[in-house]
């Protein structure tokens, strides 16, 4: 069993910055691909970023290029997901996602085996 815990949610101003965490824990863990996504009311979950894990090269969605970088500790077996520039339109649950072995294209939840809480994110006009 994998887990994955979320943190660094909160409410933040249009413009401002937040950095989201995911500390993954489990007898073995292992990772082929960490991915965030997040989900605003309403709206149906869509795919945010994703790192791979052994070489640590990175994907993300049109709407956040050039906002959004995710980075990778191997010794803590985090992901971290920093947001700059934030929109009100960020707004969202956010949640990281592990795949442990290769199943699909890393844009797809379906590829991914254990799930994180989730954590709030709130961008004010």
């Known amino acids: 069993q994998v887990q994955l815990v979320e943190s660094g949610g909160g409410l933040v101003q249009a413009g401002g910055s937040l950095r989201l965490s995911c500390a993954a824990s489990g007898r073995t863990f292992s990772s082929y691909v960490m991915g965030w996504f997040r989900q605003a009311p309403g709206k149906e979950r869509e795919f945010v970023g994703r790192?791979?894990?052994?070489?640590?090269?990175?994907y993300y969605a049109d709407s956040v290029m050039g906002r959004f970088t995710i980075s990778r500790d191997n010794a803590k077996n985090t992901v971290y997901l920093q947001m700059n520039s934030l929109k009100p339109e960020d707004t969202a649950v956010y949640y990281c996602?592990?795949?442990?072995?290769?199943?699909?294209?890393?844009?797809?939840?379906?590829?991914?085996?254990?799930w994180g809480q989730g954590t709030q994110v709130t961008v004010s006009s």
């Open positions: 790192i791979r894990w052994s070489s640590g090269s990175t």
């Open positions: 996602a592990t795949a442990t072995y290769y199943r699909g294209s890393s844009q797809s939840q379906s590829a991914y085996d254990y």
